[in-house]
């Protein structure tokens, strides 16, 4: 029984905190609420009218406390809807974090249980840069995890006007390395950065940049927008 994360899973987790904010709030805004439907051999998946192509991630047990990523569901091994959850596992064993590549994780040590959960399935719709997940009741005490896999789902843009927010607001939901979080949230949008000393600098569409300030022990101190020339 373990009771807490890896570091190695921790910081990779970390590169995905702001970006994964604000990816989750678009596909919130886009998915309509209601009761919902999964055809498993096709991989879809309905809720609110809408319908989405979708991977099984894993499920969480809530009596046992454990999760399950899908690719070790002996009911769904090796089927086409667990192919990204395969993708997240191939992703931890090539850099050695196991919390990707243990079939069931025993999160009953954990403060929150549930919350551990959400952030296996956070950090795997993070490895496998899908546009959010879709965690629902499938059962008494049992949680599935879906990840998008349908081109329908809107990526949200990065905003320069709201950068600062979106960064500082990321900063607690992992709590490991602000400068993992800033360099990874550039990454997902496809935005080169520079970095020296206690600064991160990106090169923002349209010529504008992005600086991004820590101080001596990593935190952010500063967000500034600068005038292209």
Known sequence: ??????????????????????????????????????????????????????????????????????????????????????????????????????GVLDLSGFADPRRAAETLAFAGMGVTRSPGYIGVPAGPGTLVYFLPDDPRVPRAALDPVALARTLLAAVGLIGRSPRRLVTGYFDHHGVPVRESGHQVVAALPGGDAAEVDFDPVGRIVAVRLTAGR
């Open 1 to 102: 029984m373990t009771t807490e994360f890896s570091d190695a899973f921790l910081h990779e987790a970390e590169r995905h905190a702001a970006w994964g904010a604000e990816q989750l709030e678009a596909l919130g805004a886009f998915l309509p609420e209601g009761p919902w439907t999964a055809d498993l051999p096709s991989c879809l998946y309905r809720q609110g009218g809408q319908e989405l192509r979708v991977a099984v991630l894993g499920t969480y047990d809530e009596q046992e406390r454990s999760w399950m990523w899908g690719w070790a569901n002996p009911g769904l091994r090796g089927t086409p809807v667990v192919s990204l959850a395969e993708e997240a596992e191939r992703f931890g064993r090539a850099h050695g974090i196991g919390e990707f590549t243990a």
